[in-house]
């Protein structure tokens, strides 16, 4: 007897395509190979996702959405405080999820204003940088930081951290709060009036 196969959603293809990366990478995503883990043709797929990368970006999404909602638990009390659990849940997030960080990372924030020819800009990670942005104004205009264009600031912030992420991935057993303590207090001290 054919037991019934559940009824095929986006929702339930991008569930199974984070899987997937989590457990053997993103390069190990094709349609077909995510197709045959769900029991369907990839012709059935593109019902849903036109591409891969329309399938990637749907994936990072999920990731996004994520770190976003880690940037905003806590109780901070300032804006200072929202850098400091921004920082620590971006690293976090690396090492708790690195598949899916670096997929996520193989796009860029539209908000970053550089002529590239390739089509990598994801409004996932534009309200991520957005999040960062926002409590660096927030802590300029609070006075905790010298009066400075906040984006400059911010793509300072962002490279910190994202280096600390990504050497956090590469080096298991790195202390990375003691190195977020010191980059992200480094330059919070620098930026201080």
């Not at 019902?47 to 806590?74: M, P, S, V, W």
């Not at 957005?130 to 660096?136: A, H, P």
Request: aromatic letters at 8%.
């Amino acid at each position: 007897m054919n037991t019934p196969r559940p009824t095929l959603t986006g929702a339930g293809i991008v569930e199974e395509a984070i899987a997937l990366i989590r457990a053997r990478g993103v390069d190990a995503l094709s349609m077909r190979a995510l197709a045959t883990r769900i029991g369907v043709t990839a012709p059935a797929l593109y019902a849903h996702f036109t591409n891969r990368d329309a399938l990637l970006r749907a994936c990072a999404q999920i990731g996004y959405d994520e770190l976003d909602n880690r940037f905003r638990k806590g109780e901070p009390q300032s804006a200072i405080d929202m850098i400091w659990i921004s920082s620590r849940s971006y690293v976090d997030f690396a090492m708790e999820e690195p598949e899916l960080f670096a997929l996520m990372f193989m796009f860029r924030p539209d908000a970053i204003e550089i002529a590239v020819e390739a089509d990598i800009e994801h409004g996932g990670a534009t309200s991520v940088f957005d999040s960062m942005l926002q409590n660096l104004t927030d802590a300029i205009t609070a006075g905790d930081l010298r009066t400075a264009e906040p984006i400059s600031y911010a793509l300072a912030l962002w490279a910190a951290v994202h280096g600390i992420a990504t050497v956090a991935t590469l080096a298991p057993g790195l202390d990375t709060d003691a190195l977020v303590n010191d980059v992200v207090g480094g330059l919070i001290t620098g930026w201080s009036p």
